[in-house]
């Protein structure tokens, strides 16, 4: 079936550097890809996301782009601050599912940045 | 516009107790999803519910079941609990049925002695 396979952490960082959390998925379908991110305490929100190949979503500084021929949606952003610390989800949703569609889920990764 | 709600925030019960898990959809949202988070792992799929039926079922024992109201709010009932139901319940709602951009509450954390 299909899967997502996060990069494990914790990752920590210093303020201003690059990050990069890989994600890779298997998919027999057309899947959309997402990033979720999880603040201490919080629920799920949704970061951006990409429905075809080659899109690049982005937001808040963050950056994916769906890879096909990789099948990865690496997400990225140039200069962390402390508020990025957070737990951080990838996920695919099968578009052939149509109405059925349901969200499936890497195990996440802890970002922690300190200053 | 309000947001996803849920209630109770963290609840303790023990095992072969039952216990009902609320949600506030956001407004005009007519799906529901709910999930289970187990420490340290992604949210796991348990149904979803649209206009008041059943939408899709993860790999969930029947003792998990849901409703969904004329409203669109819903509720998750787990009977005889066990220890592993211990987990964070999200639900999430969207738009319309089979929408991908899923909109989530903040959870309650459930706890089985």
């Known amino acids: 079936g299909d899967s997502v396979t996060q990069m494990e952490g914790p990752v920590t960082l210093s303020e201003e550097a690059f990050l990069t959390i890989n994600c890779t998925y298997t998919?027999?379908?057309?899947?959309?890809l997402f990033w979720y991110v999880q603040y201490p305490g919080e629920g799920l929100q949704l970061l951006l996301k990409?429905?075809?190949a080659d899109d690049k979503g982005s937001n808040k500084g963050f950056e994916a782009t769906y890879r096909k021929e990789t099948t990865s949606f690496h997400l990225e952003k140039g200069s962390v601050q402390v508020s990025d610390s957070a737990v951080y989800f990838c996920?695919?949703?099968?578009?052939?599912?149509?109405?059925?569609?349901?969200?499936?889920w890497g195990l996440g990764t802890s970002l922690a940045v300190n200053p | 516009e309000t947001g996803v709600t849920q209630s109770p925030t963290h609840l303790i019960k023990t095992r072969g107790q039952q216990v009902t898990l609320r949600c506030s959809s956001q407004?005009?949202?007519?799906?529901v999803s709910w999930y289970q988070q187990a420490l340290g792992q992604g949210p796991q799929f348990i149904f979803q519910?649209?206009?008041?039926?059943?939408?899709g079922r993860g790999n969930f024992p029947p003792r998990f079941s849901g409703l969904q109201f004329p409203n669109y709010s819903s509720e998750l009932n787990v009977n005889a609990l066990e220890l592993d139901d211990s987990a964070l319940y999200l639900c999430?709602?969207?738009?319309?049925?089979?929408?991908?951009?899923?909109?989530f509450g903040p959870g309650t954390r459930l706890l089985v002695l």
């Open positions: 999430a709602s969207s738009l319309v049925r089979g929408g991908e951009t899923q909109y």
């Open positions: 996920a695919l949703s099968d578009q052939r599912a149509g109405n059925n569609r349901k969200l499936i």
């Open positions: 519910y649209y206009r008041e039926e059943e939408n």
């Open positions: 998919a027999t379908g057309y899947p959309s």
């Open positions: 990409a429905t075809k």
């Open positions: 407004s005009g949202h007519n799906t």
